[in-house]
T-cell receptor, first 116, second 114 residues
Framework: GAGVSQSPSNKVTEKGKDVELRCDPISGHTALYWYRQSLGQGLEFLIYFQGNSAPDKSGLPSDRFSAERTGGSVSTLTIQRTQQEDSAVYLC??????????????FGPGTRLTVL | AQSVTQLGSHVSVSEGALVLLRCNYSSSVPPYLFWYVQYPNQGLQLLLKYTSAATLVKGINGFEAEFKKSETSFHLTKPSAHMSDAAEYFCAVSGNSGYSTLTFGKGTMLLVSP
């Protein structure tokens, strides 16, 4: 079946502009995660959605970052007033959810964001 | 809090040689452990995971890993490297506190020479 998809695959923006990154999880997966991958910081957790529960936003680096998940499916990560340090690959993952630890996460190909 | 340490940012082997990628974890609860592989310009692909069913875990592409609680380790091995194994490998841990956010190591780039 179809895996996790993300769009766009690449995004170049100017400092100070807002960007939106999209994630389409695997159909039926109730859990959705955003991670950021950068040279200096490695892979970092950003935010987690599980079903209709309030999202875990503990990994968001600043209030310029926000995310929503509509209808329990598609998710959008928004970065306002982008800064050069936001340049990274943003990875989305989904998992069946509801089983606690050990749930396998399936990753999308990522969106490479470059802030000039 | 959980953490993962991967020893060696780069590991070089010859084709046909043993692959050993090291991972040590820190967790206050019995962990779930994962190895993911990332090929250039691609997302992460699960190689294998440990969920306490067996300490020796076999994964895809001939890889396996052994969970050693006494050493807090989960090293990844493959008896014979292939050129197609060249990629970056990430070890990750999640807890059992109700959700499964992953904490990743810094990654190890595996280089395979002919």
């Amino acid at each position: 079946g179809a895996g996790v998809s993300q769009s766009p695959s690449n995004k170049v923006t100017e400092k100070g502009k807002d960007v939106e990154l999209r994630c389409d999880p695997i159909s039926g997966h109730t859990a959705l995660y955003w991670y950021r991958q950068s040279l200096g910081q490695g892979l970092e957790f950003l935010i987690y959605f599980q079903g209709n529960s309030a999202p875990d936003k503990s990994g968001l680096p600043s209030d310029r970052f926000s995310a929503e998940r509509t209808g329990g499916s598609v998710s959008t990560l928004t970065i306002q007033r982008t800064q050069q340090e936001d340049s990274a690959v943003y990875l989305c993952a989904s998992s069946p959810g509801g089983t606690g630890g050990g749930d396998t996460q399936y990753f999308g190909p990522g969106t490479r964001l470059t802030v000039l | 809090a959980q953490s993962v340490t991967q020893l060696g940012s780069h590991v070089s082997v010859s084709e046909g040689a043993l692959v050993l990628l090291r991972c040590n974890y820190s967790s206050s609860v019995p962990p779930y452990l994962f190895w993911y592989v990332q090929y250039p310009n691609q997302g992460l692909q699960l190689l294998l995971k440990y969920t306490s069913a067996a300490t020796l875990v076999k994964g895809i592409n001939g890889f396996e890993a052994e969970f050693k609680k006494s050493e807090t380790s989960f090293h990844l091995t493959k008896p014979s490297a292939h050129m197609s194994d060249a990629a970056e490998y990430f070890c990750a841990v999640s807890g059992n506190s109700g959700y499964s956010t992953l904490t990743f190591g810094k990654g190890t780039m595996l280089l395979v020479s002919p």
